[in-house]
């Protein structure tokens, strides 16, 4: 299993980077794709990371989920890259999984692919879902779409990640795992 996520300038560093460590921790696997010009990618702090591969050379039907971190990227950069609404729109209509956090389900709303689902943003963001049902809560789960409201719901959203394509056996190890438990 190998998923997707979509990292331009100005991306929220934690809302990528406990996912993926976590997802990892899991043994499922992302390749991290660069909509920039340069696979050096620099979060909304200004930690650059490099990419592993530019969006516009993957096949995205090779993957199995899709992953949009927040950050102000989701409103100055992914917002204005057709291959990230295309992107968007494939894994939707596959029904492949989306997970998204913060800002990022902004980028669903607008296209319209959560109407009349649950979801949860960023406070102030959820006007720009068009149709869905804004639930305020930290993480919600709507059909194959996984939304978080913000950094702070990192861990549970990462644990939820695993939950939903693995099992939640494999969520608990990790959790007892980055808590130094047995």
């Not at 650059?48 to 530019?54: H, Q, R, S």
């Not at 989306?98 to 800002?103: K, M, N, T, Y």
């Not at 194959?144 to 693995?166: G, P, Q």
Request: net charge negative; aromatic share 12%.
């Amino acid at each position: 299993m190998t998923g997707l996520v979509l990292l331009g300038d100005g991306f929220e560093i934690s809302e990528m980077t406990i996912p993926c460590d976590y997802l990892f921790r899991a043994d499922i696997k992302t390749i991290r794709a660069s909509v920039m010009k340069n696979l050096k990618v620099t979060s909304q702090d200004q930690i650059t990371l490099i990419a592993d591969a530019f969006l516009k050379d993957l096949d995205v039907d090779k993957f199995d989920f899709l992953f949009l971190p927040g950050g102000k990227a989701s409103y100055t950069t992914l917002i204005n890259h057709e291959d990230v609404d295309k992107t968007i729109l494939s894994f939707a209509k596959k029904k492949k999984w989306i997970f998204a956090i913060c800002a990022a389900p902004s980028l669903l709303g607008r296209l319209g692919v959560l109407s009349s689902l649950d979801f949860t943003c960023f406070p102030g963001f959820e006007s720009q879902v068009f149709g869905g049902n804004f639930v305020d809560k930290g993480v919600v789960l709507s059909e194959n779409f996984l939304t978080a409201k913000s950094v702070f719901y990192a861990e549970e959203f990462a644990l939820k990640m695993i939950e939903v394509l693995k099992n939640k056996e494999s969520a608990e190890q990790v959790y007892h795992q980055v808590r130094g438990e047995k």
